[in-house]
Each structure stands twice: as structure tokens, then as C-alpha cells.
């Protein structure tokens, strides 16, 4: 990326992203938000280790507006990698305790979990699973998940959405995004027969069930602030992927992803976290390379026509941008211009917060050094080695655990 010649501490982005947030009595401390980032270092069981809990304290400390845990599954039958943490009752306990830590260092933040079932989307050793049945026709050790699995599924995902509001959480994210399962359900590729594909009813009924049940839980829980949303990729660039206007076709086609937008807050999403791409077939479309900037506008893109959309229909989710990291030191100034645009709602940060967990805590000081995000792949590498993720470039300790 070209340097830029503003001063951002006279342009004033860098305060307005120190800005509160609020929507409908939710107030998030300021605009920037960690991403969900997995860090592939859970126990055997799904279980957190005393090391991830000290990684999440440290980021605690960087007193983000929204602190995302990483993608946890809600069943240990179905895991993304091998130390992928799961959310079901021999764990809860271990959310709750994290929760607690943190709060105590930062208790502005608001937290939230990513649940999801990983799908295709899985390291060597672990079960592949997929709802679309010539996903399965081309590679048959992919399971074909009947409705009673998916069923079953379902009910998983209901039992972690409780487990995590009764240890206290203050968000949930059902993930919709990166060719996960999620996905999968919203994809016009999903031209399975019975209740889950087909119609764009059918294909949104995953989706519907979740979205209603954990509203309810957390307003029987009396949490009326509470977050729910979807993090989407709203363009997969897949042929009949999300993003398309039916089954075979391929050019982007937002009409379809836009209503599924609104259907998600008609059930009660108060924000969405738009993403794009499948990052296991493309990985530049979800994470931008630094020679490439595309990427990063064309996020910009995506959540700006995702986010004018719903502003038509009356809809007023926040909105979180993604692929934020590859613009380094002059990231203040295109996000904070993004938010005045009214473009996007908060900014989210993925490598960025492996790079630096202190970033908004230096940032708003202006007083350390910010490590910023080289784009060196290291932690993506890591995590398709299936081995603990962090930042290569600034922790050695990563850097020599990477295979190649
Ligand atoms: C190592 C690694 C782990 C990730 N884990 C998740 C995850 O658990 N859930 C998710 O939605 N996205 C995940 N992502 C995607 C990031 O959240 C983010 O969308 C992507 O890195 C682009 O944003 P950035 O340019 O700020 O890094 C992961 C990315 C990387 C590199």
C-alpha cells in the first residue's frame, strides 16, 4: 500500500474510532472490533489451556469495542482442526471462567463467541461433512449429512447458544461465512430436496430456528442488549455460491444475499459481519495480500451495499467490516472515513490481532509502537498445519514451530 500524506491524528480518525457505538440501548466502547481469529490450541476435548487463556487476557488488555473468541464448534463429532475449541457442557464451564478474566481487564468490551459446525472446511484426520450432495458426489469420504443429522445439528447449535448465554456472554455469531456449514445452507448451490435447500425458505431455515431460539433465550435470560448476529460471505466466488442468482450461475449477484441480510434481522440479528470468499480455495479474496489491494475494496464494497441495503428497508444492524490488517499505519484513515461515509458501523481486525493484541489500546494512546501485520501468511500456514496459531513474524516461538 502507498503511504498516505494526512496526518491521522489531525484528521481526526484515529478519535473517531475511540467513538462509542450505539443501536437500540447496545453500546460498544469504541469502533474496533478483534475478529474471530482460531487459534488451533485447544486439548484433545475442545477445552481451553491455560496458554489460550492467557492469549485472550493479553487481547482483553488491547480494550477492544468487541472481542471475538474464535470459531468454537458446537459438537466435538465435527471440528476445523484438531485443536478446534468446542462449546458443549463439558466445557461451558471453561467459557464462563475465561469471561470472568477478562472482564475483569477490560469490562467496557463486549464479548462474543462464533459457533459453527466446520463442514468441508476441516484439517487432515478430521471428518469432512457437506449438505449439498454433488460436493459429496465428487469426493464420496465427504459425508452426506441426512435432514436427521442436520436435525441434530441444529439442536447442538440451540444447546451452545444456551451453554453461552448462561455463562454470561454478551454476543453470539452464527457463522455464515469462509465455506463452513453455515454456508453451505445459504448457498443457491444447495439445491438439496426436503426442508434444508432448494427455496430460499428452505435454504434459510438453518438459519431461522438459531436465530429465533437464541433471540429468545437471550431475552428469557433478560439480556435485551444482547448481540446476535451472522458474520456472511456475502460474495463466496464460487459457481452458484452465495453472492449468485441460482445454481450455475457465477457473475455476483447481491439481490439474493441482501434479502437473506434483511431476513436474518427480521428474526432478530442486531449486526452482521460481512466477509467474502472461501479462503480454502482462494485465500486472497477473504485475507488481501498487500501487492493486491482489491481485496480490501472490495470488502468495502461488499459491506457498504450490504449496509445500504438494509438502511432502505429500514434495518439498522451494525455493521462490522472486514480486511482491515493490510493497510497498516493507515488503516485509521480509511476506516474512519469508511464510518463517516456511513459505509460500515466498526471495523474488524483479523491478522492484525494476532500481529498486535494491544492495537487499539496503542493506537488511541499514541504513545507505543504498534506492531503491524506484515501479511506474512505465517498464521494462516500455521493453522493449515493444524498447529498452535499466532504471529510468526514477531513471536519466534511460532516461527519456529512452522513446518516449512
Ligand atoms: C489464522 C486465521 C484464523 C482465522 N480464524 C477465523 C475464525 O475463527 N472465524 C472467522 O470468521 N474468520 C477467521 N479468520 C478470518 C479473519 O477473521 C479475517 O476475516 C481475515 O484474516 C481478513 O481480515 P484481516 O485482513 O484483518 O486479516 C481467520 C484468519 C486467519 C488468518
Known sequence: MSELSVNQEQDGSIALLNTPFERDGTKIANRLVAQPMERSASTQKGELTSE?????????????????????????????????????????????????????CAPETKYIVQLTVPGVVTGDGLEKSTIISSVHDANPAIKLL????IDGII???????????????????????????????LRPANTRPGPYGG??????????????????????????????GSRVSVAEYIIGGIGTAGPCEFIEDLAEVK???SMLCAWGENFINVTAGIPAQVPEITRPVKNVP????????????IKDHLSSEGQHPAIIGSAYSMLGKDLP??????????????IGLG????????????LFSCSQQINFCKGCGSCAQLLREQQHVGCAFYNPAFKSSLRT
Open 259 to 261: 434479502h437473506i441480510a
Open 52 to 104: 489460550l487463556i492467557s492469549e485472550y487476557i493479553t487481547l482483553a488488555k488491547g480494550h477492544w469495542g468487541i472481542l471475538h473468541v474464535e470459531a468454537m464448534s458446537v459438537t466435538s463429532q465435527y471440528r476445523s482442526r484438531k485443536g478446534q475449541l468446542v462449546l458443549d457442557d463439558a466445557t461451558s464451564r471453561d467459557l464462563k471462567d475465561l469471561l470472568v478474566k477478562m472482564w475483569e
Open 294 to 305: 482489491w481485496g480490501i475494496w472490495n470488502h468495502f464494497r461488499l459491506t457498504k451495499a
Open 333 to 346: 484513515h480509511y476506516a474512519g472515513k469508511n464510518i463517516m461515509d456511513e459505509a460500515v458501523d466498526l
Open 351 to 362: 491478522r492484525q490481532v494476532l500481529a498486535d493484541p494491544a492495537y487499539p489500546e496503542k
Open 199 to 228: 427455496s430460499i425458505e428452505n435454504r434459510t431455515r438453518f438459519f431461522k430456528e438459531l436465530v429465533i431460539h437464541a433471540r429468545n433465550a437471550a431475552n428469557n435470560a433478560g439480556k435485551k442488549d444482547f448481540l446476535l
Open 146 to 149: 441426512s435432514d436427521g443429522d
Open 155 to 185: 439442536d447442538a447449535f440451540k444447546h451452545a447458544i444456551d451453554l453461552a448465554i448462561d455463562a454470561g456472554i454478551d454476543g453470539i455469531d452464527i457463522k455464515a461465512c469462509h465455506g463452513y456449514l453455515g454456508a453451505e445452507f
